[in-house]
């Protein structure tokens, strides 16, 4: 009964390349979140999808980031042309139900990227 | 604005020394507050959620008590293995079609045998 399966683990890019962190949720979990974690602060919701749609991207800055989670496959959140300031812990979760008061949320163990 | 406050950053406790955490918050409308556990190079790991004021959940030494303003987590005769970040974090009751969480920025526990 796998996790949060997140992939890769460290990721290192130079400033200008591309990002992409690959998130598998629990199995019979169809809601995905994306959070980033910079050093010494909390945190930080950017992205909430379920299969094929995007429903709350409230927390993701508007430019270079995105994210998808198709009908079939993992999901992934894509950094374009990353700068020093990306780096940080990206952590996905999942859930089973939107909209439950008590639905809590399962954590992968994180994909560090680093930029040199 | 939705805010959650974590009191102390890192608490260093003796081997079986009882002490408490701290997590304040400000919400437009609790749906839920959670406490995770996070170990270094980990994600954080789901402990309790509460939902009222006056409601507690208990699980080994861990103890999680809400009242209208904050929530604390009380930890008993605390062992090396309960060293961890604890996390607290809110649900917004109107926070929309979504379950996101509002996280502190933790308390870092260090338990010396």
């Known amino acids: 009964n796998a996790g949060v399966m997140q992939n890769p683990r460290h990721l290192v890019r130079r400033r200008g390349q591309e990002a992409r962190l690959r998130c598998s949720p629990m199995k019979g979990h169809s809601h995905v979140y994306w959070y980033r974690q910079l050093p010494e602060e909390g945190l930080k919701f950017m992205v909430y999808l379920q299969k094929e749609n995007i429903i709350d991207e409230s927390g993701m800055p508007k430019e270079r980031f995105s994210a998808e989670f198709p009908k079939e496959g993992p999901s992934i959140l894509r950094i374009q042309q990353v700068v020093r300031g990306d780096s940080a812990a990206y952590f996905c979760?999942?859930?089973?139900?939107?909209?439950?008061?008590?639905?809590?949320?399962?954590f992968g163990s994180g994909t560090q990227l680093s930029v040199l | 604005e939705d805010q959650v406050t974590q009191s102390p950053e890192a608490l260093r406790l003796q081997e079986g020394e009882s002490s408490s955490l701290n997590c304040s918050y400000t919400?437009?409308?609790?749906?839920?507050l959670f406490w995770y556990r996070q170990d270094p190079g980990k994600g954080p790991e789901f402990l309790f959620t509460?939902?009222?004021a006056g409601e507690e959940k208990e699980k080994e030494r861990l103890k999680a008590t809400l009242t209208k303003k904050e929530s604390f987590l009380h930890i008993t005769a605390p062992k090396p293995e309960d060293s961890a970040t604890y996390l607290c974090?809110?649900?917004?009751?109107?926070?929309?079609?979504?379950?996101?969480?509002?996280f502190g920025t933790g308390t870092l526990l260090a338990v010396q045998p």
């Open positions: 919400v437009s409308g609790l749906r839920g």
């Open positions: 509460l939902y009222s």
């Open positions: 974090a809110v649900q917004d009751r109107y926070g929309g079609a979504t379950n996101k969480l509002i």
């Open positions: 979760a999942s859930s089973h139900r939107q909209g439950a008061a008590n639905e809590k949320l399962f």
